[in-house]
């Protein structure tokens, strides 16, 4: 790397976030995720971001309850263009993790270290 721009910083963000489709059941899934504690929503022309600190989760009964209908993963898939982070699906709720080791329990990380 060129010396002008400097090192790269390698550590973690310890941020994880989605980028959702800017209509209806994107805005009201933003709502739900609004003021949740260390998560932020930006809205923009095209797009809906929602991103958080360590760990966001999408609770699909509390988004159903908002959006008037049964809204699941593939709801969510739908309106979901892009996330940063390991994100684990399961039937009732999305999390995303900033950093793999905290979504060990869900995707079978082991964090031994193999000898």
């Known amino acids: 790397m060129s010396a ?3 090192a790269a910083n390698r550590t973690s963000s310890n941020r994880a976030g989605v980028t959702l489709m800017n209509n209806q059941n994107g805005h009201v899934v933003a709502d739900v995720m609004r003021g949740k504690k260390g ?8 797009m809906i971001r929602v991103d958080g600190e360590h760990r966001i989760e999408f ?3 509390e988004i159903s309850d908002a959006i008037g209908f049964e809204f699941g993963p593939a709801d969510f898939e739908e309106i979901m263009s892009t996330h940063y982070g390991r994100m684990v699906h399961l039937d009732d709720r999305t999390f995303l993790f900033a ?3 905290d979504a060990a329990e869900y995707i079978d990380f082991d964090l031994r270290p193999v000898k």
């Open 4 to 6: 002008e721009f400097g």
């Open 99 to 101: 950093n793999p080791e």
């Open 59 to 61: 609770d699909f009964a």
């Open 39 to 46: 998560v932020t929503v930006s809205e923009y022309p095209s």
